[in-house]
């Protein structure tokens, strides 16, 4: 199965972390994966001055969406995020070494407790479209049937996106 993954960070080496990640998600390919460039994005939903760094990774798994999820958090610890338990709704976002997203799972719609695909708010963030859009441009929203160039082209959010490359 297809997954369409996005890695950020905004804390420590940024681009080690990204480069670690990466390698860590490739891992759980089965055949070819695909890396966007490297994009430097503004915080978004909280304040800081680090600005973060977010790469796309699309993979070809055997894992169900649930262990690819457990695997995910498995690197994010081992690359030092910690997560917090019932964390107050104004700390959701905040800084982090590493952070790794599911954004799509095939065409599979999927909203439990655990885990919510495709990523609920994907279509909303420029800093998810453009990696996604560089790797994944025709690939089809399940939810919403349009690709993510459309997506990327009709999106509101002006923070800014560069390409690092």
């Given at each position: 199965?297809?997954?369409?993954?996005?890695?950020?960070?905004?804390?420590?080496?940024?681009?080690?972390?990204?480069?670690?990640?990466?390698?860590?998600?490739?891992?759980?390919?089965?055949?070819?994966?695909?890396?966007s460039?490297?994009?430097?994005?503004?915080?978004?939903?909280?304040?800081?001055?680090?600005?973060?760094?977010?790469?796309?990774?699309?993979?070809?798994?055997?894992?169900?969406?649930?262990?690819?999820?457990?695997?995910?958090?498995?690197?994010?610890?081992?690359?030092?995020?910690?997560?917090?338990?019932?964390?107050?709704?104004?700390?959701?976002?905040?800084?982090?070494?590493?952070?790794?997203?599911?954004?799509?799972y095939?065409?599979?719609?999927?909203?439990?407790?655990?885990?919510?695909?495709?990523?609920?708010?994907?279509?909303l963030?420029?800093?998810?479209?453009?990696?996604?859009?560089?790797?994944?441009?025709?690939?089809?929203?399940?939810?919403?049937?349009?690709?993510?160039?459309?997506?990327?082209?009709?999106?509101?959010?002006?923070?800014?996106?560069?390409?690092?490359?």
């Open positions: 199965m297809i997954a369409v993954l996005l890695l950020g960070s905004n804390r420590g080496d940024k681009v080690s972390l990204i480069e670690k990640a990466s390698g860590m998600v490739q891992e759980l390919s089965k055949g070819e994966s695909k890396l460039s490297l994009y430097e994005s503004e915080p978004w939903g909280f304040d800081t001055d680090e600005w973060f760094l977010n790469r796309a990774v699309l993979i070809d798994t055997n894992l169900d969406p649930y262990e690819l999820l457990n695997k995910i958090l498995l690197i994010e610890k081992e690359l030092g995020r910690v997560r917090e338990i019932g964390i107050p709704a104004e700390k959701v976002y905040s800084s982090r070494e590493i952070d790794i997203d599911i954004i799509f095939s065409n599979l719609l999927i909203d439990s407790k655990s885990l919510i695909v495709p990523h609920p708010r994907m279509h963030r420029r800093f998810v479209l453009e990696p996604v859009c560089e790797i994944a441009p025709d690939y089809v929203h399940p939810g919403l049937r349009v690709t993510v160039r459309q997506l990327l082209t009709e999106c509101e959010d002006t923070s800014k996106v560069i390409k690092k490359g």
